[in-house]
T-cell receptor, first 118, second 119 residues
């Protein structure tokens, strides 16, 4: 079974509008972390936002916010006021394992290609 | 501050040749990861190290792949012999250990990747 599922291979949004990118995850750990990374066409991986499983508030970073619904095991990324430069591939990822342990790794979803139209 | 440095950025080689990819992690980071990205399989974790010791190599595809980390500032991923299906972008990433009282997330800091084409 996939640990991270991104059901939207591609999404389109009009410039200045908000868009939600979906991510669901599967884990039996109580302590875990969720990440979103952006990969523009140039290829680098850019960290956007992080949500810990024990964080009560939804994470926000500028125009990015993470809609964390623990019971539904979803961690959707919301981008407000989309810009042309937001056009990129977006990956959801999960870190399982104990925070203070030495055994952890990030598992990535397949990604969603976002296109922002002018 | 210097980020994760990978070399070469691009490599084109012929089937059967040995390929060596190199990575210099961010100074002070204790974890180092090698990922492979392809259209078909997405981002796959190949292997990761903690304090230069390999922790999990279950993602290494087969014996043709090997990775080493001789010291805290250098790692290599070697493919010998290379095959066309090894064509991919190989990313190195590093991450610091958690510190007491710190806001550690486990975020990975990625290099720019090495694009490998095996003809």
């Amino acid at each position: 079974a996939q640990k991270i599922t991104q059901t939207q291979p591609g999404m389109f949004v009009q410039e200045k509008e908000a868009v939600t990118l979906d991510c669901t995850y599967d884990t039996s750990d109580q302590s875990y972390g969720l990440f979103w990374y952006k990969q523009p066409s140039s290829g680098e991986m850019i960290f956007l936002i992080y949500q810990g499983s024990y964080d009560e508030q939804n994470a926000t970073e500028g125009r990015y916010s993470l809609n964390f619904q623990k019971a539904r095991k979803s961690a959707n990324l919301v981008i407000s006021a989309s810009q042309l430069g937001d056009s990129a591939m977006y990956f959801c990822a999960m870190r399982e394992g104990r925070v203070w342990g030495s055994n952890y790794k990030l598992t990535f979803g397949k990604g969603t290609l976002l296109t922002v139209n002018p | 501050d210097a980020g994760v440095i990978q070399s070469p950025r691009h490599e084109v080689t012929e089937m059967g040749q040995e390929v060596t990819l190199r990575c210099k992690p961010i100074s002070g980071h204790d974890y180092l990861f090698w990922y492979r990205q392809t259209m078909m399989r997405g981002l796959e974790l190949l292997i990761y190290f903690n304090n230069n010791v390999p922790i999990d190599d279950s993602g290494m595809p087969e014996d043709r792949f090997s990775a080493k980390m001789p010291n805290a500032s250098f790692s290599t991923l070697k493919i010998q012999p290379s095959e066309p299906r090894d064509s991919a972008v190989y990313f190195c990433a590093s991450s610091p250990m958690p510190t007491s009282g710190g806001a550690w997330t486990g975020e990975l800091f990625f290099g720019e990747g090495s694009r490998l084409t095996v003809l």
